[in-house]
């Protein structure tokens, strides 16, 4: 068994060992253990617990299905659970990596006049998710699962030609994809692997039709796809963003 060394950072402790497994000494060369060997010892985290009856039934329905939609409006947390889901997946080693994607509506799929790499360019687009990450695998970690591409960012019409295999792959703001981009996405699935995809179908900003509406209408009776609607009720992110919506709706 390998020796190991344990590295403060600013906010917990994480666990570290020789690359070559040779006597630890301070200035010898350390990486950083696979998730599954990491040490928080502040902190032990329970899972992901439902707070409403459509959250419970959207974490049931992920773990059963390949294929999971979660419609409804913003603040019922689909965003939480499905990457707290996640998140806790790729600690315990079930699943290599998460890949996170959205319709880059506002820039139309076309992300050059933002300066940066591709993933700074599409960085943006996963910042709701990236908080979450950080609380269920702390800030320093969710950086080196990023830097390693372990939790990876793209957009849609990079995809062709990919396998999604051993990850979670999780389409957000639906809503505003194509049919034919929603197809692209979902032909991708491969071994091991779970598609999660979340949108409100009443908040889209594309003229077309909505890849989201029509896949739920084309799969709805397919096996191993699940669907769960929530509704303004389901609302836990304030009161106020609940009186929000039903304002909107009226």
Sequence with gaps: MSKKATMKTSNREMTYRR????????????????????????????????????????????????????IGPAGTGKSYVVAGLAADMLRE?????????????????????????????????????REIFNERLGRSQVDYLIKHKRIYATPIAFMRGRTFKNCWAILDEAQNTTPSQMKLFLTRIGDNCKVIIDGDIEQKDISTQSGLSDA???????????????????VVRSGIVKDIIRAYSS
């Excluded at 992920?62 to 294929?67: A, T």
Aim: proline share 5%.
């Design 19 to 70: 690359r070559d497994g040779r006597k630890d000494s301070r200035n010898d060369d350390f990486e950083l253990l696979d998730i599954v060997d990491l040490v928080v010892e502040r902190k032990i985290l329970e899972p992901i617990q439902a707070l409403t009856k459509a959250q419970g039934a959207y974490i049931k329905a992920i773990l059963d299905n390949v294929i999971t939609f979660g």
């Design 93 to 129: 080693k079930k699943i290599d990596r998460i890949l996170l994607t959205r319709p880059g509506v506002e820039a139309g799929e076309k992300f050059g006049f933002i300066p940066g790499e591709l993933e700074e360019k599409y960085a943006p687009y996963i910042e709701p998710f």
């Design 216 to 234: 739920v209408s084309r799969l709805k009776h397919t096996k191993k796809v699940g669907i769960v609607e929530f509704t303004v009720e389901d």
